[in-house]
């Protein structure tokens, strides 16, 4: 059982040294490795979701920033900061709705106008990502606690492993919880357009020998209307300030489906994924992506020419159909404006 | 505006000629006619989707036993019963969920013991077609009388014209409303595994000039979160006795979301489509089918090698969440057993 050998990325070397991204895009059949040696390649990575994940992509952009600024040593500290202003408003168009991208990023030019150095640039990346690791392990520590000794639990897209530095949000608790001897089951939605859940969860978990079920996305309703599930467990891309979740498109609807069937929805993310900025989930940016993913997988066209196709990205899930957000400082269970604003306090994420 | 001539499925010349299948694996790509000469072929026909949806199916195996007795002309009447039985069993055991299957044959095997010859099966079969044609367009009738002069709807599968002998059920509504200057937009879930969504209604409303947007089945959430859906419309494959009604896999999560953003969700669907005989959803019996239609769409693993599959192609949705059952004979709304009982027994279809 060691999903972290298969972490979406991390640094390799030093300074002069590159980031390591497994390319997501090529699981599960093939496991490619690439080395990312600038920014523009950070940024295409992030773009083509060769690593995505809202922790793995923060960790991601604060690697291109690095990559972007190392040539910058012993430079003016006006002309420090105006690079890496720039360097980052290229890396945070990427991809706009993971809110951990532009957080990592603010991050990275924090430390930055303190120490205009590159140098100080990979040592705060590198924390973010050690960060990410921890709290991905606490997450999963306090998430196990949630589950039963045996029991069934149903998961959306990939928030694993390889969505993270670490083990995963949402699936760190099945991780520790198998460690700890418990016996789980665990049906994995496909996830339309992009398979995240066949192609990667299904991997992540078969190969640390968690017994998986795949279905289709419609298939979820008759999953937890059959009454075995215990708890459904996702990640987050964005939580508004009042508790409202942004996830991987079809998140939303297996909320509902919980809700009606009374099986407790947890959502998984580390702080980094709050924004304090964001009043509701109306305020989040969806990225919509191109067609083809949904009209013509792999370049296979199902649907007749012309037809007009939607492909929202992400859905936001209202707060109140939220049992918990496992955070790696605790639990906000029921969240809403006021218990997460008093988290994000107690965090020191808001004054 | 003319989805007539892509009918599913008629008869060619008299008893010596063969049923006419438009091969819907093929769509939209290729459209390709498929002369079905017998027994074993229309129940491959059927068993491999080469012609689906419940009132065609119901015809398929009504001209599939057609095919398989033309041979017997006046042979002894216990012989011909008896032959007819056998020939009914083989196509029945084709497909377990749609009962318009089950009953189609049924009718035949009634006008057999009362006319033991090939010639009056051929007939029955005849008007088995004609009155799902009937019954097509006044479900376009009675339907259309729902839709607002513009509006947006969403469908789920195929239930048009591909589905049925006529202009289909619950798109059928949807062309006589069009057809009467009436200006809808309508959404199509791609419906997985196999599609049929992004593949034939999508095809058939484009066909007919309806103005379509492909989404993907997890999709769905976010289009009646955003307010914009007037109606949701789908078929079904059988309908119980206290108005449970079992569809497309994909059709229960879809009624709970319309449920909650208070939109109404209508089933389409012939008097035929109804088994008095299950009291409730729980007695339908739900084929499951190859895992590869999850796992390894044409062909192309998806998923890693191993992993487990469930594949139910149809999933039970109560009748609390329908608004409305919309049959030849009119609306049953807010659809449970009173009402459902009532409605056959004014058809004649329970005593």
């Known amino acids: 059982m060691e999903p972290e050998p298969f972490a979406a990325i991390r640094w390799e070397g030093d300074l002069a040294g590159h980031a390591l991204v497994l390319d997501q895009t090529k699981l599960p059949g093939e496991t490619v490795w690439l080395e990312v040696r600038t920014l523009e390649e950070m940024r295409d990575a992030i773009r083509r979701l060769a690593v995505r994940g809202a922790p793995a992509i923060g960790v991601a952009a604060a690697y291109g920033l690095v990559l972007g600024l190392r040539g910058q040593s012993g430079v003016d500290r006006a002309e420090f900061l105006g690079r890496a202003r720039e360097a980052a408003a290229v890396l945070a168009r990427a991809r706009p709705t993971a809110v951990n991208l532009a957080w990592a990023l603010e991050r990275l030019l924090a430390r930055a106008a303190r120490e205009p150095e590159p140098r100080a640039l990979l040592a705060e990346a590198e924390a973010v990502a050690r960060e990410d690791r921890e709290a991905c392990q606490r997450l999963g520590e306090l998430g196990a606690a949630l ?89 987050a891309d964005r939580i508004a300030r009042n508790g409202d979740c942004a996830n991987k498109i079809g998140t939303y609807p297996l909320a509902v ?35 083809e993913e949904v009209s013509a997988p792999w370049g296979r066209p199902l649907a007749p020419p012309g037809v007009g196709v939607f492909n929202p990205a992400f859905d936001v899930t209202p707060a109140e159909l939220v049992r918990a957000i496992v955070t790696e400082k605790g639990l906000i269970e029921r969240p809403d404006e006021t218990r997460v604003v008093a988290a994000l306090r107690r965090a020191g994420r808001l004054a």
Request: charged fraction near 15%.
């Open 257 to 291: 489906l919980a809700a009606r069937h009374g099986v407790p929805f947890y959502v998984f993310a580390p702080l980094s994924t709050f924004d304090p900025d964001c009043a509701s989930g109306e305020e989040i940016p969806i990225e919509e992506r191109a067609p």
């Open 147 to 235: 589950l039963p000794a045996r029991g069934t639990l149903l998961t959306h897209c990939n928030a694993g492993a390889l969505a993270t530095a670490g083990i995963g949000t949402a699936l760190a608790p099945i991780y520790v919880a198998a460690r700890a001897g418990k016996r789980l089951h665990v049906y994995v939605d496909e996830t339309r357009p992009l398979w995240q859940g066949a192609r990667l969860t299904a991997w992540e978990l078969a190969r640390a020998s968690i017994q998986v079920t795949l279905i289709t996305d419609s298939m979820a309703g008759s999953v937890l209307q059959s009454g075995g599930v215990d708890a459904v467990l996702v990640g």
